[in-house]
C-alpha cells in the first residue's frame, strides 16, 4: 500500500512500479476478489489527489500529468480468439530474432489519464516493451537501453495520448483505498502476487 501513502503524502516518484499485495492480486485463485478494487484505489487516488502543497511533488496536480498503466504479468489461460503468431513467420535477424522472445497469447492493457480519450482501443501490437519506451521517451532515455525487452520493442504508446484534457470521474468499486490502509492491510511480509511456480 505504499503507493496510496505515497500519492497522500505528496510523495510519489517520478515512476512507480506497483505491484499488488498477493491477496489483492487479480490472479485467479482463493484472493481473487480484491484485484478490481485494489487497481481501481489506486486510480481514484491518482485521479482525486488535490494539487500538493508539499513533499516531493509540491504544486503537482496528479491527473493533469500522470499516466496509469495497467498490464498483467501472462494472459491467465483465459480463452482468446486471436491465435499467437509463430516464432518461424516472423522476421529474424542478428539482433531481432523472435525465437527467444516471442508474442504468446494477448495480455491486456489499459492505459489511464486525463489525454486518454474514454473508450479508446488501439489495435496496434504493443509488447511489454512499450511500456519503458513510452517512459524513455518522457525523460529522454535513449530507446533500447533499458534491457532485452526495451531492445526489441519497436513500438510505444504514443497513441494513448492523443486527446484534448478530460477531468477525471471517480471509478466506483466495491472496496475504497481506506480498506488497503485499514481493514484489509497487509499483514506480515508480502505474499507474492504469482506463485504458480511454487507448484514445479
Not at 17 to 24: D, E
Not at 64 to 73: F, L, M, P, R, S
Request: one cysteine or more; aromatic letters at 12%.
Amino acid at each position: 500500500a505504499d503507493v496510496l501513502n505515497d500519492i497522500t503524502n505528496c510523495n510519489l516518484p517520478s515512476v512507480s512500479w506497483v505491484i499488488p499485495n498477493g491477496s489483492w492480486s487479480d490472479h485467479a485463485g482463493a484472493n481473487d476478489q480484491y484485484g478490481p478494487s485494489w487497481v481501481t484505489a489506486v486510480i481514484n487516488a491518482i485521479g482525486t489527489n488535490p494539487t500538493c502543497t508539499k513533499g516531493i511533488d509540491n504544486g503537482q496536480a496528479f491527473w493533469q500529468n500522470t499516466a496509469i498503466v495497467v498490464t498483467w504479468d501472462d494472459w491467465g489461460g483465459w480463452s482468446d480468439n486471436q491465435p499467437p503468431p509463430m516464432a518461424s513467420a516472423l522476421p529474424c535477424t542478428s539482433t531481432n530474432c523472435q525465437g527467444d522472445y516471442q508474442y504468446g497469447f494477448r495480455v491486456p492493457l489499459v492505459v489511464v489519464s486525463a489525454y486518454t480519450p474514454q473508450g479508446y482501443i488501439n489495435n496496434v501490437p504493443h509488447d511489454f516493451g512499450s511500456i519503458l519506451r513510452m517512459i524513455e521517451g518522457i525523460y529522454a532515455i535513449p530507446e533500447g537501453t533499458l534491457g532485452v525487452a526495451d531492445a526489441r520493442a519497436t513500438t510505444d504508446l504514443v497513441e494513448f495520448f492523443q486527446g484534448p484534457f478530460r477531468s477525471y470521474t471517480t471509478v466506483p468499486a466495491v472496496e475504497p483505498a481506506s480498506f488497503f490502509l485499514g481493514a484489509g492491510a497487509q499483514k506480515g511480509a508480502p505474499v507474492p502476487p504469482d506463485n504458480d511456480g511454487d507448484d514445479d
